[in-house]
């Protein structure tokens, strides 16, 4: 990988270093980093990998890995440590042994070792940069905005949230439901209309993964500069089918997964009853606080995706669908005529509904008008018929109406062996 290598020549020419903690100018030195790695990775005489000892100048690769693609290395990562204490990290993708994608980031050194990232930009083929992205961070040191950056790595003036801060507003009323997601923009006046308050005003739920009062939708357990923001999207929903419903946000905690069983006695004194939680993995102790935590309460319902690996969930489980509780309720995505939507996953002893979730209308992380798909989407449509039927029969428990909603399904037309446990429910939306 000759062309990874020269940069490294580059950077020492066009990166100024700047002393560990001082305050950041990051975006001029980000750039000029960014520039000459992705403008070398085209340089490059293989893609083969080399020694991770190796220094030039005083700029170290300190870590490297390799990746096959249909039997022959495809995908490369390398991370580079600069004379200033900040990081590079390389990504390369190379099928063939042709380079298709070129990316990297900068990582600024915060002090005591940590870093935290600054900025991207991601190039094709040619290593010509398409564009790039830019964190901001706030007074306490929190990713605050991300900032678009065009080829030129400039600012395109368009920009997004990654932590805003709440709205004022009053308590709504209405049956309490917890959502346990990557959070959610509550800055959208549809939502934010919704949020449970204290007497106070102030937003209940929490960010358990930030550990802050901010449950903002961003998943950025993938990448900081390219989050998920799945959230909104499952909370346009729920607003929309239970329009009186009192939403109770909660981001998860990807980074300490134990802290589910906070998230679930939270949401318990919070008098929530209705838990959605359209999430889940294949790492069975990753769940077991949340399943210790649910078992302890049989009076609320967890309203859980079945996932989207289209696998038959009973041979190869997700979690916490596979839990087996009494108090989860499992759904996962039909069609509108009741067939298992492509991609879902299904099983006769651990699912037990399915629902139309498929080309569903909802909003998105900016309040945009968007379509979605996928099991995650069955679960606001069941929490929203669950809050409704509790609005109407206030006695009721998780037990109640779990049973309530089971005697809505039917034998799908097109599976003639059940896929689902109890059937489909064609019409969710219908009080019934």
Known sequence: MGGILLFLSFLLLGY?????????????????????????ACDAADMRPRDPGWRLGQATLVEESVFDLGGRPGRLRRLFRLPSGDELRMRLFFPGGRLRRAGADVYQATGGGATRPVMTATAGGDCRIAGGRRILYDGRGRAAELVFLGPDLEDTGHREPLNAPVPAGADPGGVTVAHVDSGINYTIPALAARLAR???????????????????????????????????????????????????????????????????????????????????????????PFAEAAGLRPHMLFVISAGNNGRDIDAEPVYPAALGLENLLVVTASDATGRLAPGSNWGPEHVDVMVDAENLDTIDHRGARTKVSGSSFAVPRIAALAARLAKKHPTWRAAELKKAILARARRSPFHPRPVVRYGWIPYPQEDG
């Open 16 to 40: 100024a270093p700047r002393p560990v903690g001082a305050a950041p100018d990051g975006p001029v030195d980000a750039r000029r980093v960014l520039r000459h790695a992705l403008a070398a």
């Open 198 to 288: 204290d007497p106070a005003g102030r937003a209940l739920g929490y960010d358990y993964w930030d550990m802050d009062d901010r449950p903002f939708d961003a998943d950025t357990g993938r990448s900081p500069f390219f989050p998920l923001r799945h959230g909104t999207r499952v909370a346009g929903i729920l607003v929309r089918e239970a329009p009186d419903v009192r939403l109770l946000p909660y981001r998860y905690p990807r980074p300490a997964m134990g802290r589910m069983a906070d998230i679930v006695a939270d949401a318990d004194a919070n008098g929530a009853l209705i838990v959605a939680l359209p999430m889940g993995s294949n790492d069975p102790g990753a769940w077991r």
